[in-house]
């Protein structure tokens, strides 16, 4: 037996309310040897940046002390310092695009696309939400990053997104590799320099419900936003819910995201490449 839905998530869905927040779990399901996850990523960066001697032994075993300790925000930003700007772009490119030989199944990012939301949002520096966009409709998608957040803010408020989702990528994207939030300083640009995207973050999480899919729940700046708004609001804002792999939380955490963050855990089975996860997601998109 799966995930059963709760009824606020089939309510969301049918208002066109959802907001689907898709994390690297998808891309990675997707494409398994492919897509690395942030502590992937900075470890294949730190290897690139030994092998052409940007940095020495000593201060890669440094750096990886830096990672295995969880300062993931410290390690890139020292990463990114001591990497040729050329060199990291070209890394990074390479590392988050592909081609049709790397067999690319893009079926759960179809999926959340057939939960017609209005918005899905995504801090996923690939392109394999908009692929799948184009596959089921054979036209590209509405894309924005947190550079064009005043121009779709005001379009999410005057309710005019009926012609499909906005994908919204919120920490940048492959093609504009200075638009991708990845070190220290790029989250505090994004945090404290962005005004409205921190209003777009705010009204997504005060207006709409999110579902977190493919999603750690470890991201330090979307964290921040939930926090700031349960605080603000004596912690009685309408609870998100995000879809985990069973064993991902134990109940005692279970507990707390739902008491500190609002944020009610659904977990699935993950057997079969995560085929739980797809089955809600069909039986979510049954109730629209």
Do not use: C
């Not at 940095?55 to 925000?73: F, P, Y």
């Not at 729940?217 to 819910?241: C, M, Q, V, W």
Request: no cysteine; proline share 3%; charged share 25%.
């Amino acid at each position: 037996m799966g995930a059963i839905v709760p009824d606020r998530l089939k309510t969301a869905a049918r208002a066109r309310q959802l907001v689907p927040f898709v994390g690297s779990g998808i891309s990675r399901k997707s494409a398994p040897h492919k897509f690395p996850d942030w502590v992937g990523l900075l470890k294949l960066l730190l290897e690139y940046s030994l092998k052409n001697k940007y940095v020495t032994s000593r201060e890669a075993r440094q750096i990886e002390d830096i990672i295995n300790a969880g300062k993931l925000l410290m390690a890139a930003e020292v990463i990114k310092g001591n990497l040729p700007e050329d060199e990291y772009i070209h890394q990074l490119r390479h590392l988050f695009t592909y081609n049709d030989a790397d067999n690319i199944n893009l079926l759960t990012q179809k999926k959340i696309i057939q939960l017609n939301p209005r918005i899905i949002i995504t801090t996923n520096y690939d392109r394999l939400i908009e692929d799948a966009y184009s596959s089921l409709f054979g036209k590209a998608p509405n894309v924005a990053t947190y550079r064009d957040t005043s121009n779709l803010l005001a379009t999410i408020q005057e309710h005019s997104l009926s012609t499909g989702p906005v994908i919204f990528k919120a920490h940048g994207d492959v093609g504009s590799i200075d638009s991708m939030i990845l070190s220290d300083r790029d989250y505090k640009r994004i945090m404290f320099d962005e005004a409205m995207y921190d209003n777009l973050m705010s009204s997504m999480f005060l207006n709409s419900i999110m579902l977190f899919v493919g999603f750690s729940l470890s991201d330090r700046e979307i964290i921040a936003h939930i926090e700031k708004l349960r605080h603000r609001f004596n912690y009685g804002t309408a609870p998100h819910f995000a879809l985990l792999a069973i064993g991902s939380v134990n109940r005692l955490e279970a507990i707390s995201y739902r008491k500190e963050f609002g944020i009610e855990i659904i977990e699935y089975n993950k057997s079969h490449n995560h085929r739980g996860l797809d089955d809600f997601l069909d039986e979510l998109a049954g109730f629209i």
